[in-house]
């Protein structure tokens, strides 16, 4: 068992020490309040090895809508992981809620993930749109809708 020796409650601003958290690897509930407070108890269920759990889909609702992902701008556009190359694709911003409150966009000349594969770049939290060339990649992360 690993013992976390302190814990914190953050209540509208404000912090105060309210005990110890053991997590198990049985996923027995456990608690440890401190002196004058009631911490309650914490049940957390240990997590399976990273290769049995699978990999997210590609979110693509629609053909014309993009959302977080690689994708290849082509003419004829035949898989989730392409796009329409010379179509331009909008987006009104991230979605109400989004914690971050941007998205982030990259115009690739290739799909390697270098850093000098990157055209142009940048975050964006507001309406927003962009095109691309045949042969091109876009990346996208965070909570944009991009349609054509």
């Known amino acids: 068992m690993r013992k976390l020796t302190t814990g914190l409650l953050v209540t509208a ?28 108890t914490i049940l957390i269920t240990p997590t399976p090895p990273a290769e049995s759990i699978p990999a997210e889909p590609l979110q693509v609702s629609s053909p014309g809508t993009l959302r977080s992902g690689l994708y290849h701008a082509v003419t004829s556009p035949t898989s989730a992981d392409e796009m329409q190359a010379g179509a331009t694709y909008h987006t ?11 998205c982030y966009w990259a115009k690739r000349k290739d799909d ?22 045949a042969g091109q990649y876009l990346e996208l992360n965070g909570s944009c809708t991009w349609t054509k």
């Not at 601003?13 to 309650?40: E, H, K, L």
């Not at 390697?112 to 060339?133: E, P, Y």
Request: glycine letters at 16%; proline letters at 5%; hydrophobic letters at 45%.
């Open 112 to 133: 390697s993930g270098d850093f000098a594969a990157i055209l142009a770049n940048g975050n964006t939290s507001g309406v927003s749109q962009i095109t691309l060339k």
């Open 92 to 102: 009104a911003g991230p979605e109400t809620g989004d914690l971050v409150g941007s």
């Open 13 to 40: 601003g404000v912090a105060a020490i309210v005990g110890a958290i053991a997590i198990s690897d049985d996923a027995q509930p456990r608690s440890f309040p401190a002196t004058g407070w009631t911490a309650g």
